[in-house]
């Protein structure tokens, strides 16, 4: 059996198979700030009280701090709600982004089965998790029974070998990987992703490939646990959990991707899809850089790119926009003196959450500007005026381009 | 049955270009609504008739788990969303609020702007006025014709608890 068949099976009690729809119990749901809309559909539904508030996480990172009148008014509405509930795992607007924030609180564990109104609720499978986005509506559903519809995905079983050149990383591997299969290359799918690369990386560059795995349509991004993954959970949760993974002779496609020699990679606009290598397009100039998000605002990014600008002052032209992931990226990043060095060449540090990445507030794009981002999406107008352009690259790639103005390869500064 | 005009959509119809992020701070679905493929298609929001039918390609709705955007879909009154395929939250989503989402790839390719077409969704075909053409699909699993045909997952649920009460 493969790993979704057989999370899948023991969370609707019976063996199953790909294409079946089967009623599941969740371990654990997740909502951010359209809690909002999951509380209004929750009353109509008539439903008494949540099922299980100690299953129940819901914390504040798209609009932190309050952003609008209206992002205030909603925000309060939720506060009350939780307080009500007797939800505890409840986290207000100082943590940061929920797919940072939830492992690292530990209430992520391996083989749980977990939905979060998010669609890059995919990122809980870096640590083994069966976890994926649903809407509000079914949220309030989840929270009335503890339970959700879910049709049994076949599996994508994505190999990749070889060991990641200097300058490049995760974004690229992954980026590397859309462009070839599609924005719709694993829709519907569970994606595994396996093989020596996948092994050697650190938890924050699997947790790349889990959160981006969603862009090409996946239902889950898989990575199963090992030492590693042990090793980061220690003392976050004192929960006991079990490891799933698929067998070896499960059914599944297979795809393989060597990236030994794989140049740094970028998703032009308007589509994840729309990937070249970097120095292709060298030299294109920027109006703002961003690192960050739940994609890549982690520690391990922000080091990555105060290697490569070394102290140097990023170009007059370019506003450099970083926000840490959460609260504990940031203060790692204080400590070890990453943040004094990005400042120092010039950057613009926010506030731990979504920030710029939904074009909601923070680093909105006018008509005609260009954006470098370490972000998920370039979709049209995502970042602010639909005439704005965004790139998606590494972090190493997004310093690089900060220090020039131009879009640059980070292997070349 | 449902019958209605087609407007005509094509790939990759994504979240953002239904109802951009930056208006989701709105609660109001009929204020909200006004914002409907502003950046894609500024006809459409003042266009659209109730009963119209978005016919689209492959990967509708890909992008966000937004639930808005079904939602600003139904608050117009749209009667039914058919494509080559569906982004898979989107689709959920669909089917959880009431609106009809069917997977039809001939009607892609078979279906222009400004058809008048009827729907069966039980019987699984779409007809076009103009000449009587029949293009076939396979018909969505019973279990979410009965959430679409309730009204969506809210009233469905309704039914559900109020029976475990009793
Ligand atoms: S950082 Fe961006 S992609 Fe990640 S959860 Fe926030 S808005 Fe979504």
């Known amino acids: ?413 | 049955m449902i019958k209605g005009r087609v407007w005509k959509y094509g790939d990759h119809i994504n979240t953002d270009l239904i109802i951009s992020g930056r208006y989701l701070d709105e609660y109001d679905m009929k204020s909200l609504s006004a914002h409907i493929f502003e950046d894609l298609d500024p006809i459409f929001a003042i266009g659209v008739k109730p009963g119209d039918i978005i016919v689209a390609g492959r990967n509708f709705g890909c992008g966000s788990s937004r639930e808005q955007a079904p939602a600003v879909l139904k608050e117009k009154r749209i009667g039914a969303i058919i494509a080559a395929s569906f982004a898979r939250i989107f689709f959920r989503n669909a089917i959880n609020i009431g609106l009809p989402v069917i997977v039809c790839p001939d009607a892609f390719c078979l279906l222009e702007k400004g058809n008048i077409i009827t729907l069966d969704i039980r019987g699984g075909f779409i007809l076009r006025e103009s000449d009587g053409l029949r293009i076939g699909f396979n018909p969505l699993p019973e279990f979410l014709i009965d959430i679409l045909e309730r009204g969506g997952l809210v009233p469905y649920m309704k039914a559900k608890l109020g029976r475990c009460d009793a």
């Not at chain 1, 599941?24 to 539904?45: D, G, P, Q, W, Y």
Request: aromatic letters at 6%.
């Open chain 1, 1 to 413: 059996m493969t790993f979704a068949q057989k999370i899948l099976s023991r969370a609707c009690g019976r063996p199953v198979d790909p294409g079946d729809i089967v009623n599941a119990r969740v371990n654990l749901a997740m909502s951010h700030e359209n809690t909002a809309l999951v509380i209004k559909a929750f009353r109509e539904m008539g439903a008494a009280k949540v099922w299980d508030p100690e299953k129940i996480v819901i914390l504040f990172d798209h609009r932190v701090p309050a952003n609008t009148l209206k992002t205030a008014e909603s925000h309060k509405i939720v506060r009350e709600f939780v307080r009500k509930e007797g939800i505890r795992h409840f986290y207000d607007v100082k943590e940061g982004i929920c797919h940072q924030v939830l492992p690292e609180k530990g209430h992520v564990l391996p083989g749980m089965l977990i939905v979060g109104t998010d669609s890059h609720t995919t990122t809980y499978g870096a640590f083994g998790a069966f976890a994926t986005g649903i809407g509000a509506t079914e949220m309030a559903a989840v929270w009335a029974t503890g339970e959700l519809w879910f049709r049994v995905p076949e599996t994508l079983r994505i190999r990749i070998t070889g060991q990641m050149p200097d300058r490049v990383s995760a974004k690229d591997v992954i980026l590397n990987i859309i462009g070839t299969l599609g924005a719709e290359g694993a829709n519907y799918m569970a994606v595994e992703f396996v093989g020596d690369c996948v092994d050697r990386m650190s938890i924050a560059s699997r947790m790349v490939l889990s959160n981006m795995s969603m862009e090409m349509g996946a239902k889950i991004g898989v990575v199963f646990p090992d030492k590693n993954t042990e090793e980061w959970l220690i003392g976050r949760s004192h929960q006991s959990f079990e490891i799933v993974r698929s067998d070896d002779s499960a059914d599944v496609q297979a795809e393989e991707f060597d990236v030994s020699d794989l140049p740094p990679q970028i998703a032009k606009p308007h589509s994840v899809d729309n990937v070249v290598p970097v120095e292709e397009i060298a030299g294109t100039p920027i109006d703002q850089a961003l690192l960050g998000s739940c994609t890549n605002g982690r520690l391990e990014d922000l080091i990555a790119a105060a290697k490569i600008l070394n102290g140097r002052k990023v170009s007059e032209s370019v506003r450099f926009i970083v926000v840490p992931a959460s609260r504990e990226v940031y203060l790692s990043a204080v400590k070890k003196g990453v943040l004094t060095s990005l400042v120092e060449s010039g950057a613009i540090v926010l506030n731990p959450g979504c920030g710029p990445c939904l074009g909601a507030h923070q680093g909105v794009l006018a008509a005609g500007e260009r954006c470098i981002s370490t972000t998920n999406r370039n979709f049209r107008g995502r970042m602010g005026s639909p005439d704005a352009e965004i790139y998606l690259a590494s972090p190493e790639t997004v310093a690089a381009s900060a220090l020039k103005g131009e879009i640059t390869d980070p292997r070349t500064v």
